[in-house]
């Protein structure tokens, strides 16, 4: 249900230079950092070569992740022999030595790479994975790939996807040993000429700051407030949405319903919580994390929205629970993000109307991280994490810029096959008029597709300065 739609409204404002090709470059210069010639290596707790299971033949890689990916929520991969699979793995043993040459410790004892697999699926993805129905350390020595990831895709664009997925795979980033060793590195970038994330340490008042932000965000969804302007919200697309609390609200309406007083209130709640839900949708950019609303959809959702708080007050009788209560009633207990100080905050609100309590909840919500954010020291539009998915793209760049192609081309492949045409040009443009695009939001370990592409055309350019 869409009643928290209107407080949702701000769009990003990419800056928007037309085409690619003519702007000039106004890129600054990338700073020396010779610290980042030799690649990071980081203990791994057991060797590689004693982490992984390995297959004999494609067909009995097939075999195993047929009884694995269903745990795991992927589709069971094609049958062995798709012409598919074998170009991937032509493309793995193409850049396979050069992996071994840069990160000679990792490949220790791999002597061969990795098998591929196909998955039939039409979404640009791929992926390697862990298998803890064995045992918590072991994992199967593939890589999977949809069937989409290579829908239009250049050899070079799958170079880079294969360099990205072999990191993953090198670093073991499913290991919660390995994770733990690295993950959520919270900085505060300074002049950008750094390079982020290869080799930075966690500043641990930024951490701490952080992870309060952190925190409240998972409670209440991606919430942006005027004053930090480019942090956005949007707790409806699947993909963005907050862990629960889209689900308690549908939740309660769903339980309570059936006691209204008013069906045909509640079937307009529906109806209209799907029209606003459409129009925001459209405007909706998940990867980007844009929602672009023009005049036309403001005006249409804004005539939607009352009728529809409406409605859902004629909808639901008076629901003699606090939110909180009905959080543990869908789950059982209370999710680890909401802690004992909102149980309390929520308290207060016991025997109200339900509707005017999540309304009303969700206002208090916004306004608390509204103040922290407010008081907070940090700059949040320079507030960085580094999770395995830059850790990934770092290493790619590395492998690539070794074999002789551009160490750029898994943010290549993302632009060109993940985005539209029309903000890969824009985020081109963005980057040659010399601006840092948006980092993402702290919750999501994918930051947008166009920082993703600067930070390593950043890092790509202080390898070349840095490194003959
Ligand atoms: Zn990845």
């Keep these: 249900m869409a009643i928290t739609a209107p407080m949702l409204m701000f769009a990003i404002g990419c800056s ?25 290596h980081r203990p791994l707790p057991t060797p590689n070569a004693n982490a992984y299971r390995f297959f004999a033949s494609d067909q009995e890689a097939v075999e195993h992740a047929k009884v694995l990916f269903p745990t795991i929520s992927k589709k069971p991969p094609l049958p062995a ?6 170009q991937a793995e032509a493309l793995i043993s193409e850049l396979y030595p050069t992996f071994r040459k840069v990160y000679p410790t990792e490949t220790q004892g791999l002597d061969k790479p990795p098998r591929a697999l196909i998955i039939e699926d039409d979404e640009v993805n791929a992926f390697a994975t862990k298998d803890s129905r064995v045992q918590p350390e072991v994992y199967p020595w593939y890589v999977a790939f949809n069937t989409g990831a290579f829908n239009g895709a250049t050899r070079d664009d799958l170079l880079g996807l294969v360099g990205h997925e072999l990191g993953h795979l090198l670093l073991r980033n499913y290991s919660a040993a390995v994770k733990n060793s690295y993950q959520r590195h919270y900085i505060v970038s300074g002049d950008e000429q750094g390079v982020f994330g290869a080799y930075q340490t966690d500043d641990k008042k930024v951490a701490k700051r952080a992870a309060e932000l952190d925190h409240l965000r998972a409670r209440v969804g991606m919430v942006g407030v005027p004053e930090v302007g480019r942090i956005p919200q949007w707790p409806f697309h699947p ?12 939740y309660a309406f769903n339980k309570y319903k059936p ?22 949708l459209q405007r909706w950019n998940p990867d980007e994390y844009t929602l672009s609303l023009d005049d036309g959809t403001k005006a249409a959702i804004a005539s939607k929205i009352e ?5 859902l007050r004629k909808c639901l009788p008076v629901i003699k629970r606090t939110f909180t209560s009905l959080i543990q009633e869908k789950y059982g207990k209370l999710p680890g993000a909401l802690d004992a100080d909102e149980s309390a905050a929520e308290s207060k609100y016991a025997g109200k109307d339900f509707v005017a309590e999540i309304l009303e909840l969700n206002e208090l919500k916004h306004k ?14 320079s507030l960085r994490v580094y999770e395995e998915e830059e850790d990934a793209d770092v290493i790619s760049a590395r492998v690539l810029r070794e074999h002789g192609k551009d ?15 029309e903000s890969a040009s824009q985020c081109f443009a963005q980057i040659r008029e010399g601006s840092v695009p948006f980092f993402g939001a702290l919750r999501d370990n994918h930051p947008t597709t166009c ?18």
């Design 407 to 421: 160490p750029r081309s898994v943010s290549l492949y993302l632009l060109h096959n993940h985005s539209s045409d």
């Design 81 to 86: 022999g798709h012409a598919l699979q074998a």
């Design 451 to 468: 920082w993703r592409h600067w930070n390593l055309d950043r890092f790509a350019r202080t390898l070349d300065v840095s490194c003959k």
């Design 239 to 250: 993909k963005n949405r907050p862990p629960f609390y889209d689900d308690v609200v549908t």
């Design 307 to 311: 009728p529809l708080r409406e409605a």
């Design 259 to 280: 006691q209204s007083a008013d069906p045909s209130a509640c079937t307009e709640v529906q109806t209209k919580s799907l029209e606003v839900k459409q129009l925001l």
């Design 16 to 40: 928007a230079s037309n085409d690619g090709g003519e702007s000039a470059d106004l890129r600054p210069p990338p700073a020396v950092n010779q610290a980042l010639c030799e690649p990071l």
């Design 368 to 381: 608390a991280l509204a103040e922290l954010e407010a008081k907070t020291d940090l700059p949040l539009e």
